[in-house]
């Protein structure tokens, strides 16, 4: 069955880095258009990243610009996300998402497809 498994999250200081990691199975991932989405404490849930299914399309949030890289891996059906120059303010749950919907997507409800999340934070 269809299934999105984040990996990557935990604990650093202010300035620190992390590379999320979301590995698909039960589908082709290479098919899909991926995005990032997360979810701070009492807050709704934003999009962070997208890239198209080839890889040749990429989109920020402006909040994150210049600090996070989004990367598939499609031979390893696998995506990631590099996270620097992290603050407090990116605390929250982090998801992978896949939809065949729009090449590159920011909207949360545009995903047809979710991991469970992983938890960043972002603490002294």
């Known amino acids: 069955q269809l299934q999105l498994v984040e990996s990557g999250g935990g604990l650093v200081q202010p300035g620190g880095s992390l590379r999320l990691s979301c590995a698909a199975s039960g589908f082709t991932l290479q098919d899909y258009n991926i995005g990032w989405i997360r979810q701070a404490p009492g807050k709704g849930r934003v999009g962070v990243s997208c890239i198209s299914a080839s890889g040749t399309i990429t989109n920020y949030v402006d909040s994150v610009k210049g600090r996070f890289t989004i990367s598939r891996d499609n031979a390893k059906n696998t995506m990631y996300l590099q996270m620097n120059s992290l603050k407090p303010e990116d605390t929250a749950i982090y998801y992978c998402?896949?939809?065949?919907?729009?090449?590159?997507?920011?909207?949360?409800?545009?995903?047809?497809?979710w991991g469970q999340g992983t938890q960043v934070t972002v603490s002294s």
């Open positions: 998402a896949a939809t065949k919907k729009s090449i590159c997507e920011l909207t949360p409800s545009l995903y047809d497809y």
